[in-house]
């Protein structure tokens, strides 16, 4: 009888789980069908409550509120908090947002190293737009050096994980390349793919 009680207890906790799982999934629902009916207040409200649980969709939303001034008054920083609090639990659209936002600020000086760290956050955790991001800021270079072989690199991941517009771009960069820089990239490629999800 001990083990029917173990076992009965252990059902219970995952089906406790399972409804908190649902819960909170119905809560993000109801915020995002907030936002999409214009309530922005409400939609702030329980996107502001589920963030701070630790949902990282919510801390994404809630961010963008935030920087737009959407149902809240506009508050950059405090936007900023909650996307790196949404990139740094693994949040990839919070990643690609933080390296747009780092690219266009031109005043702050680590802000093309910042774009660069979190594009290739999302580039790793597999994102298709992170790698073409990535691989367009070593073909412009700017304030990091220009590099075509890592362009390649990231343009060539890009194209295989489904981006549509990386094909055109990889077939330029493949004709800058010496024989030895593309062989090179390729092995790098083949080594990355098996580590990518």
């Not at 649980?53 to 508050?75: E, F, P, R, V, W």
């Not at 489904?162 to 790098?188: C, D, F, R, V």
């Amino acid at each position: 009888m001990p083990h029917q009680n173990w076992y009965t207890g252990l059902s219970i906790s995952l089906l406790m789980a399972f409804c908190g799982l649902l819960l909170a999934c119905s809560d993000y629902q109801q915020a995002r069908s907030a936002y999409a009916a214009g309530d922005y207040t409400k939609a702030y409200q329980l996107f502001q409550g589920l963030a701070e649980s630790g949902d990282t969709k919510a801390q994404y939303d809630l961010s963008l509120m935030y920087i737009q001034g959407i149902g809240t008054k506009q508050n950059i920083e405090q936007g900023l908090v909650w996307l790196n609090r949404a990139a740094e639990k693994g949040n990839i659209e919070a990643m690609l947002e933080l390296g747009v936002l780092y690219q266009k600020i031109v005043n702050l000086e680590d802000s093309s190293q910042l774009a660069l760290f979190w594009f290739e956050k999302a580039a790793m955790a597999g994102s298709a737009v992170g790698q073409y991001n990535l691989a367009h800021m070593y073909m412009d270079g700017g304030q990091i050096p220009v590099d075509l072989p890592k362009a390649y690199l990231w343009m060539s991941l890009s194209d295989a994980t489904g981006n549509p517009i990386a094909s055109s771009q990889l077939a330029k960069l493949k004709t800058s390349l010496t024989p030895q820089e593309l062989l090179t990239a390729e092995a790098k490629i083949a080594t990355l793919k098996k580590t990518l999800p």
